[in-house]
Every structure is written in structure tokens, then in C-alpha cells.
């Protein structure tokens, strides 16, 4: 077992630590009965059905071992369960196990297991600790840490049918303890591990603009270690992917920590920075029929990761269409995509226009200006408010495989 581990340092009581590295899990139990004291007698434990069982048997076995009585519901993950429907599920559920206040919420899984878990405890009695296991690589480096919680709104269109709003109901909530165990990533399939790669190159795209407003630690070479390591990061070596872990979390601590409600809407960005790719990302990704290799259609549509990815290509031509930032570090980004996997290009693209209107309505539902990060520099992005859309849509052809 070794085991890093990582300060989130907000204030109060709720600041807390992520452990990262080979083994982390096994301690799970005996921090839940650390943190939660002796007056709790349940925990609820929310897994992810494609985690393999023996995760979930030694930790109910453990929490059993220090006394809990262990409830759980097992959750299948996709967006179209991450749902009001699915939230009201699971607190069915935890109410009927006579789960109280002061009992803790454990969830084991992926990104779409832990907002969900974490909606449900930070709603059930107004808020019961919840400890994150997240166990894909995007819920390691991304998604456990930070106290994001929610789910998915469906509304009705004009057109008689229905869009997802993603993440439109949530709250702040932050966890009691983030474990991620990488010996759980073993069983991960190809595409979810390189959909997690695409966050930690985010991460990477605004480590050094992070690191000059908040100094400290070296986080600005964390683009510079992800290449220089790339050979162990691609072939998910255990080592390289603690350390991997280990970086990106403690970035995204740091960023979480300076703007813990994504409220600044200064230039430099705050919080907000962890959305870059995401808004060209979420317009793409929500297109049908899209495949990320154009040889093989089967494959669509587009995962999260690799809408991200695109997305941040996207961002990083618009920027230097209008001179905000030199072509090369759109170059270093796409060479780095190919190096992991992920593409940089799609066939099959609607019109730019139209896309675009997809940004800008998603942004109109939800009743705010458009807001889009892009790179200024290596590693190092801004916030731009309702940026033209001439230069989105230039960023948007970039990606298009058929013009080359
Ligand atoms: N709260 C936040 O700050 C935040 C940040 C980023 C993303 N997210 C959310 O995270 C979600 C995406 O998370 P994700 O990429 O983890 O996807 P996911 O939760 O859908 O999981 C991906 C797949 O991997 C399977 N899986 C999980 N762990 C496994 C394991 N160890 N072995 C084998 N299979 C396993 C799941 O069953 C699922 O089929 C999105 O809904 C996104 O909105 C939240």
C-alpha cells in the first residue's frame, strides 16, 4: 500500500483530504468510523454496477468489521439516469433503510454514481456526510473532488420534444474524504480511460496561468510531466497513473480552494477555468451519430472525454484566430490527443452556425451570458464573456475531418 495524500484546505469544517495511490481503499472503513464518531450506525453505500463486486464486498465487509450496518443500492450509470427520477430513487431508498442525520453516504463509482450520491446526502435532512471512492479515472482527477453534486434536468421543447440541461440541479456539497484507489482502474475499458486522460490534459492547459495566481507547488509543470511521462500515462502504468492522480487532484484542490463557488468571473478565472473545452465540449457531445474515428460509425457517439478534447481544439483555434494565443499551443494540444488516443478532428459536424446556437441556448436556458475559456499562452487561459461568434465558428471548423 502506498498512499498519498492530498489537503483540501477550505475553511472550517469543511476542509478535508483526498488519499490517492495503490491499496487507498482498504482504509475506507475505519476513516468513515473516524470521521462519523460513534454515534452513527448505518452507512449507505451508492456503487456503480460496472465496479467490479469484490470492491464492494471488502468495503461492506470492512464497514461491517467497525460496526456499521451497510445498506446500498446499485446504480447503472448513463446521462439519461442521471435524473430527478434516479435522485428521488435513491432517497427513497436511504429513507427506508432508516438511515439518520448523522449516518454517512459512501459512494463507490464513477462521476455519474458520485454527483448522484452526493445530491442525495446533501439533500436527505438538509445534508449527511458523504465519502467519494471515485473509481474512473475522470472521477479521480475531476469529478469526486470539489463538492459538485446534481443531476440532470429534462425540459420540453419547443418542437414537442424533450433536451437534458446537464447538471442543472445540484448543490455545493463537499465530501467528509475523496479515496481514490488506482487498483480499481484496472477494469476500467479503454475509452473511459482515455476519456479521463482528455480531464487531466485539461488540467494541464491552465496549470501555469493556476500556478501564477495561486504559486505555490509546481503545478504549472504539470503539462511538461505529462509528456515527458507520456509512454507510462498512455500504458496506464501504476505508478506514473498514482503520480498522474496525485497531480491532478491536487491542481484541481487548488482551484476548487481559490473560488470554492465558482463565483469570480475575473478574467484569470477562478473555478471556471476547469470548464475549458466544455462549452464547445457539451454542444458537440450532445449531437447524434457522431463517431470519434470516422472509419468506425459504431462507435458513436461521442463520449465525454473525447467531446472535451475536441472542445478544447475548438477553444484553442478560436483564440489564435484572433490572435489571443499562438498557433502552437493548439499544435502541442492535438499532438498530445493523438498521443492518448483521443481525436482532434470529427466527421459528420452540423453547420458552425448551428452549433454555435447550441452554445448560446444552452446558456439562454439556463439564464446567463456565454461564457468560453481560452488559451492566452502555454498552459494558461482566461475567461471571455459572449465572445463574436465569427471566432467560434472558427473554432469549430478547425475540427472538421472532411476540409482536410
Ligand atoms: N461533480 C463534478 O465536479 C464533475 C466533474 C466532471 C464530471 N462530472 C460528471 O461525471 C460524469 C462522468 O463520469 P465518468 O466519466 O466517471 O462516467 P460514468 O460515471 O458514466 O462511468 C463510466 C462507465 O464506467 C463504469 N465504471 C466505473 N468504474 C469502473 C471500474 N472501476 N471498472 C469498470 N467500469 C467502471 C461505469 O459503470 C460506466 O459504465 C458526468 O455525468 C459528468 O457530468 C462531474
Sequence with gaps: VSVQSIGVDLSGDRAYEVRVGSGALRGVAQSTR????????????????????SHFDRLSQE???????????????????????TFQKVLVELGSSGHSRVDPVIALGGGVVGDIA?????????????????????????????????????????G??????????????????????????????????????????????IAQGVQEQQGG???????????????GVVGFEPDVLSELVGRNTALKAKVVVSDELESTDARAGGRMLLNFG???????????GLSPDATRPELAPLHHGEAVGLGMVCACRAASSVGLCDQSVGDELVELLRRVGLPSRVGGLPDSDEIVERMMRDKKAAG?????????????????????????????????????
Design 34 to 53: 473516524e470521521i462519523v464518531g460513534d454515534r452513527a450506525s448505518r452507512v449507505f453505500v451508492v456503487v456503480d454496477s460496472g465496479v467490479p463486486a
Design 160 to 205: 414537442g420534444g424533450s433536451k437534458v440541461l446537464k447538471n442543472m440541479v445540484g448543490a455545493f456539497h463537499q465530501p467528509k474524504l475523496v479515496v481514490a484507489d488506482v487498483d480499481v482502474l484496472e477494469s476500467l475499458d479503454e475509452r473511459y480511460r482515455r476519456a479521463g486522460l482528455a480531464e487531466c490534459i485539461k488540467h494541464g492547459m
Design 217 to 231: 507547488s509546481d503545478h504549472g509543470g504539470l503539462l511538461d510531466w505529462m509528456i515527458a511521462n507520456i509512454e
Design 63 to 85: 464497514l461491517s468489521g467497525y460496526g456499521f450496518s451497510v445498506h446500498s443500492c446499485a446504480l447503472t450509470p448513463s446521462e439519461q439516469m442521471k435524473s430527478i427520477e
Design 368 to 404: 446567463g451570458a456565454l461564457r468560453v475559456i481560452l488559451p492566452v499562452g502555454r498552459g494558461k487561459c482566461e475567461i471571455v464573456i459572449d465572445p463574436s461568434v465569427s471566432i467560434l465558428c472558427d473554432g469549430i471548423d478547425s475540427i472538421r475531418a472532411e476540409k482536410h
Design 278 to 288: 466544455h462549452t464547445f465540449g457539451h454542444a458537440i457531445e450532445t449531437i447524434a
Design 118 to 158: 452526493g445530491f442525495v446526502a446533501a439533500s436527505f435532512q438538509r445534508g449527511v456526510p458523504v465519502i467519494q471512492c471515485p473509481t474512473t479515472l475522470l472521477s479521480m482527477v475531476d469529478a469526486s473532488v470539489g463538492g459538485k453534486t446534481g443531476v440532470n434536468l429534462r425540459l420540453a421543447d419547443e
